[in-house]
C-alpha cells in the first residue's frame, strides 16, 4: 500500500509539473474610479495573464464618457486607457477581447464591462436672508445645449441627387445642362435650435460647383454638406467605360491631384486634353465625370487606350494605389471581403478563423485588419500593406511575423502533448502496480 500512495504522489508531482508549461489564461480589468465629475477623468487597466492579442473598447455614450483609445494591444502585461468625463449621465464601457490567444493556442473569449456614472461639477450661488450666517449655497442645473448639426432632407428643385440622402452621408452630386446658371437647393434641419446656410438660390457655371451647405447647432458645433454640381460643357468629349459614358474633365482645379502627381496632357482622339502623371510608378490619370455628375479619376493605359478607376489613398500618411492582388501573392487562410473608407468602399482580404464571423460592412462587428495589394506612389514598389481599421495606420505586411508567432503556439501544443504523454505514462505505470500487488496478495492467501 505504502508503494502505491509513493506512485500516487509521483503522478501528481509530475502532473503538477508538466502543466506550468501551460498556465490558464485570464484578463482583468480595473478602473481608479466608478464616479467622476464633468471635466475630470478616471484610468481603466487591461491585464493579461498569459495570453497576447487586441482588446477593442467602446463607450455606449461617448458625449458622456469618451475614451483616449479604442483598441489596446496586450502581451502578458498590463495596459491603460483614459476615460474622460463629458457631461453628467451614465455610460457603459465595453472591454472586448477580438483577436486574443492563449499561450496554449486557445481563443480568449468573453467581453467584460464597466459602467462609468458623471456627476456635474457644484455650483455657489451666493444669497442672503434666512439666518445670521449670511449666505447659502445651492446647486443649479446648467441647460444643455443641443448638439445636433444634422440635416433631415437635402433636395434640389427639379434633379436627383447622385445618391439617396442620409445625414451621416455629407457629399452628393448632381449634373446639368450647360444653359443652367442658377440651382435651388432646400434642406430641413434634424433639429430646430440649429441653424443653416448655403440653401436657396445659388449660381452655378461651366464646370464642376462645389457648393457648401453648413449647419451650425445650438452649442455652435458645425456640420458641412458637400454638393458637386456639375454643369455640362458645350463640346463635351465622352468616352465609354462598361457600357457607361463619361465626360472628361478639361478644366484644371475641378478636381485635385493626388500628391506625387504632375500635371501634363495626353491626346485622346484628335485633342489633347488635361491629366496627371506620377514619375515614380509612371501612372496616368485623367479625370472622368459619369452621368450622375460624380467626377473621380481614373488611370488611363496609352497601349490600350483604357481607362481603370483610380484607387490612391492616402492611408495613415502613405499614398498607397490600391491593386488587385494577384492569386498567387493571397495567403493561405484569407479571403476577400470590402470595408469602408472614408465614405469608399475598398477591396481587402482578412484571416478568417473557423466559428468566427468576419463581415464586409460596419453593422457586423470583425477584425480591423485588412491585407490589401497596391503601390507605393512616392518609392514605385508594389508590396502587401496591413491596414488596422480601428487606428486608421497601414504597414507592410510581415510574414516573418506571423511565422514566429505560429512557432511560438506550436511550441506550447508540444508542451501540452508532452504533459498529457507522461501523465498516461505515470498512470499506466500505477495501474501496473496495483495489479501485481493484488496478485501478490491473492498468492499468499
Known sequence: MKKA???LSLIICTFIISINYVKAASYDVTVTSKTVTVG??????????????????????????????NSLFIDKNSTSITITAKSVGTATITIIPTDVTAYDNNTITGNKTITITVKDKPTSNPSTGGNNSGTTTNTTPTKKKS????????????YTLDKEFKKEETEYSIMVENDVNK????????????????IGE??????INKLEIKVTAENGSTRTYTL????????PIEVTINKKKYTIIRKEGE????????????????????????????NIIIGLTDEKGVSKFYSYNKETKEYTLYNGYNIGGMNINILEMPEELIPKGYIKVSFNYNNNKLDGYQ??????????????????????????????????????????????????????????NNKYFMYMLISLALLAVSIITLSIVLIKQKKNKTKFA
Open 255 to 282: 478636381l485635385e491631384p493626388p500628391e506625387n502627381y504632375e500635371k501634363s496632357s495626353i491626346k485622346i482622339g484628335e485633342e489633347e486634353v488635361l491629366c496627371y502623371i506620377n514619375k515614380n510608378t509612371k
Open 183 to 198: 440651382i435651388k437647393i432646400n434642406a430641413q434641419l434634424d433639429d430646430s435650435s440649429a441653424k443653416v446656410t448655403g
Open 228 to 235: 458637386n454640381v456639375t454643369v455640362k460643357e458645350l463640346n
Open 202 to 207: 445659388v449660381e452655378v457655371k461651366e464646370g
Open 40 to 69: 475630470n477623468s478616471v484610468t481603466l487597466t487591461i491585464k493579461g495573464n498569459d495570453l497576447a492579442g487586441r482588446f477593442d473598447l467602446s463607450s455606449s455614450n461617448s458625449s458622456v464618457a469618451s475614451l483616449s483609445n
Open 5 to 7: 500512495v509513493k506512485y
Open 351 to 408: 484571416y478568417i478563423k473557423k466559428n468566427q464571423t468576419y463581415a464586409a460592412d460596419d453593422k457586423i462587428k470583425g477584425s480591423d485588419f485588412y491585407l490589401i495589394y497596391g503601390i507605393n506612389e512616392k518609392t514605385g514598389e508594389k508590396a502587401l500593406y496591413v491596414y488596422d481599421k480601428l487606428e486608421g495606420t497601414i504597414q507592410r505586411f510581415n510574414s516573418d511575423l506571423v511565422e514566429a508567432y505560429n512557432d511560438e
Open 147 to 158: 448638439t445636433n448639426n444634422y440635416l433631415s432632407s437635402l433636395t434640389i428643385e427639379g
